[in-house]
């Protein structure tokens, strides 16, 4: 199972909108709405953003979404504030009933 | 609250064994899957294998099958990580990480994650 397609970074200002892809095939990221995305913070365990493509879980800021069209999710990030500078994952279920991540994406709020 | 307590860092030799523990506490041990991932100096998360506490049963990632033992304890409520044929290239840290069962496909709590180094 290949690793997800993720940019390796992309960087924004303040209050502005990010978004961060996230590329599969059909037997992950387009077959299932089983879409993950993880915020990591230096020497940090992951934290859950979004999950089942767009799902936020409580505690989680709305000015974070996401999306799925074909074989590509994507998580946006709107209103960038400086503690959203972190590495985020994507991750997917897959058909062999495993799971596979991204190889993550950096995120500089400049 | 929802906890993963994970056990402490390890050094071990190469062809060495390790065997990790993920104790949990604040939720009913076998309403969720255990995950485990691996996330190697400088790089990304890579998931192992996730076990069900409630019938043992696992699954593994292609890439550590037949060197990975992942288990379940429901008498402590620990579950535990087992990666034997250790080599350079293990170093890393290893988190553990639940999905609620039978539907979650995701990972929503997470432990501190516990470090293991591989050298001679």
């Known amino acids: 199972q290949s690793a997800l397609t993720q940019p390796a970074s992309v960087s924004g200002s303040p209050g502005q909108s990010i978004t961060i892809s996230c590329t599969g095939t059909?037997?992950?990221?387009?077959?299932?709405?089983?879409v993950s995305w993880y915020q990591q913070h230096p020497g940090k365990a992951p934290k859950l953003m979004i999950y089942d493509v767009s799902k936020r879980p409580s505690g989680v800021s709305n000015r974070f979404s996401g999306s799925k069209s074909g074989n590509t999710a994507s998580l946006t990030i709107s209103g960038l504030q400086a503690e959203d500078e972190a590495d985020y994952y994507c991750s997917s279920y897959t058909s062999s009933s495993t799971w596979v991540f991204g190889g993550g994406t950096k995120l500089t709020v400049l | 609250e929802v906890q993963l307590v994970q056990s402490g860092a390890e050094v071990k030799k190469p062809g060495a064994t390790v065997k990790i523990s993920c104790k949990v506490s604040?939720?009913?041990?076998?309403?969720?899957?255990m995950h485990w991932v691996q996330q190697a100096p400088g790089k990304g998360l890579e998931w192992m294998g996730l076990v069900d506490p409630e019938d043992g049963e696992t699954i593994y990632a292609e890439k550590f099958q037949g060197r990975v033992t992942i288990t379940a304890d429901t008498s402590t409520d620990t579950a535990y990580m087992e990666l034997s044929s250790l080599r350079s290239e293990d170093t890393a840290v290893y988190y553990c990480?639940?999905?609620?069962?039978?539907?979650?496909?995701?990972?929503?709590?997470w432990g501190k994650g516990t470090t293991v180094t591989v050298s001679s």
């Open positions: 059909s037997s992950d990221v387009g077959g299932y709405n089983y």
């Open positions: 604040g939720y009913t041990f076998t309403d969720y899957y």
């Open positions: 990480a639940t999905g609620r069962r039978p539907n979650s496909r995701y990972m929503d709590v």
